[in-house]
């Protein structure tokens, strides 16, 4: 008699059937695996997309932020800056000696104005008594305003431009200079007080031109020109 092996429980009910072959219910769980491996794969593929996105981001906000810093700290821009910057200092140097020509001109009919546009020059010739009171060393009130633009003309700018002033007092015919030599000191000073840079701006005296007559040469400088 042929020998039978069962393995656990022979008891029907306890029978766990083994099945071979296509289920009729495997198509149904099989999409479902498939559509949620799907849904998880896309999840994934968009996360990588974004965090490549971040990182190109990143790398163009930090190249721009390095490239910024370089330019504002650089050597060559500190000191002169890039050549459109410097075009334009000179030319709002240029344009603050225009200003102040124009208003001795109206201010002060009878003095000789030369302005040169393109060069940035200045040259005004008045007598000395348009600008001080008497014989004294006063700045007389009404040319305030004068003074307050030359000042202006004469402080700091950027990129190594500057408005540099020379004030020349005549000396002909005069034995002694020591009130001309005070006077140019004074003149010096309340501009300087002003707000002007005493480094732009130069006094002395003058041989060629009749007694009682002042001299104002102003000029745009730029360094390493």
């Known amino acids: 008699m042929p020998e039978t092996h069962t393995s656990g429980s022979t008891d029907p ?6 099945r071979f072959g296509a289920s009729g219910d495997r198509g149904e769980g099989g999409e479902g ?23 190109h981001f990143h790398d163009e906000k ?7 810093v370089d330019d ?18 000179r030319r709002e140097a240029a344009r ?14 009878l003095a000789k104005v030369e302005a040169g546009t393109e060069t940035g020059t200045l040259h005004v010739t008045m007598p000395a008594s348009n600008l001080f ?9 009404s040319q ?21 002033a020379e004030f020349l007092f005549a000396t002909k015919g005069v034995e002694d200079t020591a009130p001309l030599v005070a006077r140019a000191g004074a003149l010096a000073r309340a501009v300087s007080a002003l707000g002007a840079n005493p480094a732009w701006l130069s006094v002395g005296l003058e041989k060629g031109a009749e007694a009682g007559q002042l001299r104002l040469l102003f000029r745009v400088h730029e360094e390493g020109a």
């Open 96 to 109: 603050a000696i225009q200003d102040l020509g124009d208003l001795i001109r109206a201010e002060l009919p």
């Open 33 to 55: 695996a498939t559509l949620l491996y799907l849904g998880v794969f896309i999840l994934l593929l968009a996360f990588f997309i974004l965090l490549n996105s971040i990182s």
């Open 144 to 164: 305030q305003a004068l003074m307050d633009r030359i000042s202006r003309a004469l402080e700091n700018r950027p990129r190594g431009v500057s408005v540099r």
């Open 62 to 68: 930090v190249g721009a932020v390095i490239r910024s």
């Open 133 to 141: 009171a008497g014989d004294g060393l006063a700045i007389r009130p």
């Open 13 to 18: 009910d306890m029978a766990v059937p083994l």
């Open 72 to 89: 504002a700290f650089s050597t060559q821009a500190l000191l002169t800056g890039s050549p459109g910057d410097r075009q334009q200092a």
